[in-house]
C-alpha cells in the first residue's frame, strides 16, 4: 500500500474528529455574553484538545515523512492510534461540561492513556520497519518525544501520581495535557521544520 494513501486516510479522520468537537459546543439561548463565558469551561477543554490533536497529527506526520516503507502492522496499528483518538470528542465534551467531577477527569486520562500507548505501538513498528533500510531514519523515529518518554520508567511513576492527583484537583488532567503539548511541540527535530516545503 502507498503510505500516501494511509496518511490521507488518517488526515479525514483526524478532519472529522476535530469538526466533532467543535459541534459539541452548544449555542447559548441568550444574546448575552455571560452566557457564552458560562461554557468556560467546555472552551477551556477544547482548546486543548484541539492543540494536543495538532500536535499529535504534525508528529504522526513527520513520522511518516521518516518512514521508506510500510507493513500491515503498521496500517493496523495507525487504525487502533485513530481509534483512540475518536474518543476525544466525548472526553473532551465530558469534561468540559463537569471540569471539576473525577469521573469525567478519569475518563479524558483512560482515553489519553490509551492514545499515548498506542502511537507508542504506532512509532514502534514505524521505527522497526526502517531498521534496516534506513537506519539512520529508524533512529529519528525512536528519539521522537513521544516515544522516548514511554521508554523512561518515570513514565509510569507520572501516570500513578496524576491518577491520585486527579482524585484530589480533577482538573489536573487538563494541565497535565498542557504541559505535554509543550513539550512534544517543542522538542521536535529540527528537520521536522522542512516538512512544508516543496
Known amino acids: 500500500m502507498n503510505k500516501g494513501r494511509l496518511e490521507a486516510f488518517s488526515d479525514a479522520v483526524i478532519a472529522i474528529i476535530v469538526t466533532i468537537m467543535i459541534l459539541e459546543f452548544?449555542?447559548?439561548?441568550?444574546?448575552?455574553?455571560?452566557?457564552?463565558?458560562?461554557?468556560?469551561?467546555y472552551f477551556f477543554a477544547y482548546?486543548?484538545?484541539y492543540v494536543f490533536v495538532g500536535v499529535a497529527w504534525y508528529n504522526h506526520?513527520?513520522?511518516?515523512?521518516?518512514?521508506?516503507?510500510?507493513t500491515k502492522r503498521i496500517y493496523w496499528l495507525n487504525n487502533i492510534w485513530l481509534l483512540s483518538m475518536s474518543f476525544l470528542p466525548v472526553a473532551t465534551a465530558w469534561t468540559g461540561r463537569f471540569i471539576n467531577e473525577r469521573g469525567p477527569e478519569y475518563f479524558?486520562?483512560?482515553?489519553?492513556?490509551?492514545?499515548l500507548l498506542a502511537y507508542f505501538?504506532?512509532?514502534?513498528?514505524?521505527?522497526?520497519?526502517?531498521?534496516?533500510?534506513a537506519p539512520e531514519r529508524y533512529q529519528k523515529i525512536k528519539a521522537m518525544p513521544i516515544y522516548s518518554t514511554i521508554t523512561?520508567?518515570?513514565?509510569?511513576?507520572i501516570q500513578v501520581i496524576l491518577l491520585v492527583a486527579i482524585y484530589f484537583f480533577p482538573p489536573i488532567e487538563l494541565i497535565f495535557v498542557m504541559v505535554e503539548i509543550y513539550m512534544i511541540g517543542n522538542r521536535t527535530d529540527k528537520e521536522s521544520d522542512q516538512l512544508f516545503n516543496d
Open 26 to 41: 452548544k449555542t447559548s439561548e441568550t444574546p448575552e455574553i455571560k452566557a457564552l463565558l458560562e461554557n468556560g469551561p
Open 47 to 49: 482548546i486543548i484538545t
Open 61 to 70: 506526520y513527520y513520522m511518516f515523512s521518516l518512514t521508506k516503507r510500510g
Open 108 to 115: 479524558y486520562y483512560v482515553v489519553h492513556l490509551i492514545w
Open 121 to 133: 505501538f504506532l512509532s514502534d513498528a514505524l521505527a522497526n520497519a526502517n531498521r534496516e533500510v
Open 152 to 157: 523512561r520508567p518515570y513514565f509510569w511513576v
